[in-house]
């Protein structure tokens, strides 16, 4: 489909039916000089307007040509009836090796590797686009809608899907502690849905060990907490706030409330989980402290 909310369409050539898309964004009092045709694909270009003016074409990958000052333009899109056909694009770097590419849908599902049909020769070439640019029948209108159903609606379900995870996740720390706290009233409305017995039975010791990581990533969010490394009789401390200015204490300048944290996380032996309202411990040296 033709995007006429994003791009400008610039008029380029000789043809009504060929122009440029510019990112809006990118259009500025100097880029809107009016762009220009690689000369190599020009001539066929042209051609390809002139025998089928029922097509658009539309060069969608325009780069910035330093020596002219003007957009320049190797690759078109083809529509017929704002419905993609095919596209057309120069191949290679270098100018003695430039050829005409043909690709569309039809041009893939012959080939075992990617790219379109390539050749130096311009005839070859709107010969390609002749014979495989036909209009669809209705066998393939009919793949192509049930493929396009199948992926939208997938890309749409999963969109779904992520948005309302996201939304679970921030809710997650209130939602769960709502549960535990409303265990009674909540329990038979769950086992309804199939949750387990056993599982149920486990919330509120899985909710302690939760709600210390739950601390622990809302710490670093907001850049709340220090990490500490033991050095022997001292301690660096890394504020969240200030990572590049950390301070080098001995155990006697500690803050009581940052020593105590340290001493509980001294003699917590899993570096996989979080103690609530202290922190967590990440290596035996490191630690994490809310």
């Known amino acids: 489909m033709i995007d006429y909310d994003t791009y400008d369409y610039v008029k380029v050539g000789h043809y009504s039916?060929?122009?440029?898309?510019?990112?809006?964004?990118?259009?500025?009092?100097?880029?809107?000089?009016?762009?220009?045709l690689c000369s190599f694909m020009e001539p066929l270009i042209y051609k390809v307007a002139l025998q089928h003016p029922e097509w658009t074409?539309?060069?969608?990958?325009?780069?910035?040509?330093i020596k002219t000052e003007m957009w320049r333009v190797h690759r078109f899109s083809i529509y017929e009836d704002n419905e993609y056909v095919g596209r057309i694009m120069r191949r290679n770097y270098y100018e003695e090796d430039y050829q005409y590419e043909v690709h569309n849908d039809r041009i893939s599902k012959t080939r075992q590797r990617?790219?379109?049909?390539?050749?130096?020769?311009?005839?070859?070439?709107?010969?390609?686009?002749?014979?495989?640019?036909k209009p669809k029948t209705l066998e393939e209108r009919k793949a192509k809608a049930l493929e396009d159903m199948r992926g939208t609606t997938q890309n749409s379900e999963w969109r779904a899907s992520r948005t309302l995870?996201?939304?679970?996740?921030?809710?997650?720390?209130?939602?769960?502690?709502y549960l535990v706290n409303n265990m009674a009233e909540a329990r038979?409305?769950?086992?309804?849905?199939?949750?387990?017995?056993?599982?149920?039975?486990?919330?509120?010791?899985k909710l302690e060990i939760a709600r210390g990581m739950w601390q622990v990533k809302a710490a670093r969010d907001t850049n709340a907490g220090t990490t500490v490394v033991l050095?022997?009789?001292?301690?660096?401390?890394?504020?969240?706030?200030?990572?590049?200015?950390?301070?080098?204490?001995?155990?006697?300048?500690?803050?009581?409330?940052?020593?105590g944290k340290i001493g509980v996380l001294k003699i917590f032996d899993k570096y996989d989980e979080a103690v609530e309202g202290v922190g967590m411990r990440i290596t035996p040296i490191t630690f994490y402290i809310i």
Do not use: C, H
Request: net charge negative; glycine share 4%; aromatic share 8%.
């Open 188 to 205: 038979p409305f769950l086992e309804s849905f199939g949750a387990p017995a056993s599982s149920l039975d486990q919330m509120p010791a």
């Open 231 to 259: 050095m022997g009789d001292r301690y660096m401390l890394i504020p969240d706030k200030d990572p590049d200015n950390p301070q080098i204490v001995t155990a006697s300048q500690l803050d009581p409330v940052m020593s």
């Open 57 to 65: 074409l539309i060069g969608d990958d325009p780069y910035w040509a």
């Open 17 to 36: 039916n060929v122009s440029v898309q510019l990112p809006k964004e990118r259009v500025t009092n100097r880029d809107t000089e009016k762009p220009e």
């Open 165 to 177: 995870n996201d939304l679970f996740t921030r809710m997650m720390p209130a939602v769960a502690t």
């Open 114 to 133: 990617s790219g379109g049909r390539a050749t130096k020769d311009i005839k070859k070439a709107l010969k390609t686009i002749d014979e495989w640019f």
